[in-house]
């Protein structure tokens, strides 16, 4: 196959500083080998794994030791998720700790819904900490009250909205809980869509008439119904406003600054299979949404498929392509990922680098022009 694997490049690679340069690949790599170590072990590796090995006819172990390696691996599509037992994912030398692990679900949105499952510290690491370090870049306020307007039950994100809340300081939030399944499921535009919405917005209004949340954390669509309900000094309150759970584009968090002007805006990408990247903006107008990720366990690729499907090539930074993501944890070894959204491939500055912000980053993802009309959108 005339594939690649994403380049782990280094933007000081020319430089002299070759001390900072040396450990990303090195790191990355020893990911990788450990990962199907645990993955493949013969006794004690993943039943998915070992499944899959045999499919491919290939000894992985011998086979693929780097990042240049997965593409050996073949594409995985998230339709793999929705028909397996999480557990058929984990190591089964991880099975009794399963009292330490965290399982959410997609919202559904290119069809039927995902599950994944994290360790404890896995999800700390592919949800709370990338935010943590974000936040505090961006001077996104700390130890305030937040409001959340979203999905809690099975959804991820629902169990992660109290971790980046305590994480910083904050207690636990006010939440307005709404089932992004069923809304998908009403005609956009219907008088039962604009009823659930206004179901919504009603109860987080009620909580804004005796509480102060300086945090709003929620989806575009409901930021901007929100919006409409609030009025400017209401809206001046807020002093933060987290965005997930949907694409967004640098013309919507321009109108949403306008909106709420004294909030500092911060959005994330990512979902309930791999984890988050973080926006790395000032807080200004912005021309674009660049979203990188933190640490070795997520590698983002962009790549152009070729006509078999199952091969590909990958773009070189500043082009547009298909997303993929490496996930690479103790709970989940999901490798060549395809995504539903297309992005550009950017590369971290000097000084993300030495920050500690590694992996080549996304900008501006979001599904193609000619699948938005088919996906269930909805709320979430």
């Given at each position: 196959m005339n594939?690649?694997?994403?380049?782990?490049?280094?933007?000081?690679?020319?430089?002299?500083?070759?001390?900072?340069?040396?450990?990303?690949?090195?790191?990355?790599?020893?990911?990788?080998?450990?990962?199907?170590?645990?993955?493949?072990?013969?006794?004690?590796?993943?039943?998915?794994?070992?499944?899959?090995?045999?499919?491919?006819?290939?000894?992985?172990?011998?086979?693929?030791?780097?990042?240049?390696?997965?593409?050996?691996?073949?594409?995985?599509?998230?339709?793999?998720f929705s028909t397996q037992s999480v557990w058929d994912f984990v190591p089964r030398r991880l099975w009794n700790?399963?009292?330490n692990c965290v399982i959410g679900e997609s919202g559904g949105t290119s069809g039927r819904p995902t599950s994944a499952i994290f360790l404890t510290a896995d999800f700390h690491a592919a949800f709370v900490s990338p935010f943590v370090w974000a936040a505090q870049e961006a001077g996104f306020p700390l130890g305030c009250d937040w409001l959340w307007v979203g999905p809690t039950g099975p959804h991820i994100i629902g169990k992660v909205v109290r971790q980046l809340a305590q994480s910083t300081g904050s207690p636990d939030p006010w939440s307005v809980d709404f089932d992004p399944r069923w809304a998908k499921k009403l005609l956009p535009g219907s008088y039962?869509?604009?009823?659930?919405?206004?179901?919504?917005?009603?109860?987080?209004?009620?909580?804004?008439?005796?509480?102060?949340?300086?945090?709003?954390?929620?989806?575009?669509?409901?930021?901007?119904?929100l919006a409409m309900r609030l009025d400017d000094a209401a809206r001046s309150l807020f002093r933060g406003v987290h965005y997930g759970g949907m694409a967004i584009t640098a013309e919507q968090i321009n109108r949403f600054r306008e909106l709420y002007p004294n909030a500092v805006h911060l959005s994330g990408y990512g979902n309930s299979l791999c984890g988050v990247a973080m926006e790395l903006h000032d807080d200004g107008p912005r021309t674009s949404i660049d979203y990188y990720p933190r640490g070795?366990?997520?590698?983002?690729?962009?790549?152009?498929?070729?006509?078999?499907?199952?091969?590909?090539?990958?773009?070189?930074?500043?082009?547009?392509?298909?997303?993929?993501?490496?996930?690479?944890?103790?709970?989940?070894?999901?490798?060549?990922?395809?995504?539903?959204?297309?992005?550009?491939?950017i590369l971290p500055s000097v000084d993300r680098f030495r920050e500690g912000w590694t992996s080549p980053g996304l900008r501006d993802p979001g599904p193609p022009a000619e699948q938005?009309?088919?996906?269930?959108?909805?709320?979430?």
């Amino acid at each position: 196959m005339n594939i690649r694997a994403m380049p782990v490049s280094n933007p000081i690679e020319d430089t002299a500083d070759t001390a900072v340069q040396s450990p990303s690949s090195i790191e990355f790599d020893a990911r990788v080998k450990a990962t199907i170590e645990l993955h493949l072990h013969p006794k004690h590796g993943s039943p998915y794994w070992w499944r899959r090995q045999a499919r491919l006819g290939i000894n992985v172990l011998d086979r693929v030791r780097s990042v240049r390696d997965l593409p050996i691996l073949g594409p995985t599509y998230p339709t793999e998720f929705s028909t397996q037992s999480v557990w058929d994912f984990v190591p089964r030398r991880l099975w009794n700790g399963h009292k330490n692990c965290v399982i959410g679900e997609s919202g559904g949105t290119s069809g039927r819904p995902t599950s994944a499952i994290f360790l404890t510290a896995d999800f700390h690491a592919a949800f709370v900490s990338p935010f943590v370090w974000a936040a505090q870049e961006a001077g996104f306020p700390l130890g305030c009250d937040w409001l959340w307007v979203g999905p809690t039950g099975p959804h991820i994100i629902g169990k992660v909205v109290r971790q980046l809340a305590q994480s910083t300081g904050s207690p636990d939030p006010w939440s307005v809980d709404f089932d992004p399944r069923w809304a998908k499921k009403l005609l956009p535009g219907s008088y039962a869509a604009k009823r659930y919405l206004s179901h919504v917005i009603d109860q987080a209004v009620d909580i804004l008439d005796r509480e102060r949340p300086a945090i709003l954390f929620t989806t575009p669509p409901v930021l901007e119904a929100l919006a409409m309900r609030l009025d400017d000094a209401a809206r001046s309150l807020f002093r933060g406003v987290h965005y997930g759970g949907m694409a967004i584009t640098a013309e919507q968090i321009n109108r949403f600054r306008e909106l709420y002007p004294n909030a500092v805006h911060l959005s994330g990408y990512g979902n309930s299979l791999c984890g988050v990247a973080m926006e790395l903006h000032d807080d200004g107008p912005r021309t674009s949404i660049d979203y990188y990720p933190r640490g070795a366990r997520l590698i983002y690729d962009v790549a152009r498929f070729h006509t078999d499907a199952e091969s590909w090539t990958s773009v070189e930074a500043g082009e547009r392509g298909r997303v993929m993501f490496h996930r690479l944890d103790d709970s989940t070894f999901l490798p060549n990922v395809v995504e539903r959204d297309e992005a550009t491939l950017i590369l971290p500055s000097v000084d993300r680098f030495r920050e500690g912000w590694t992996s080549p980053g996304l900008r501006d993802p979001g599904p193609p022009a000619e699948q938005t009309k088919t996906l269930k959108l909805g709320l979430y």
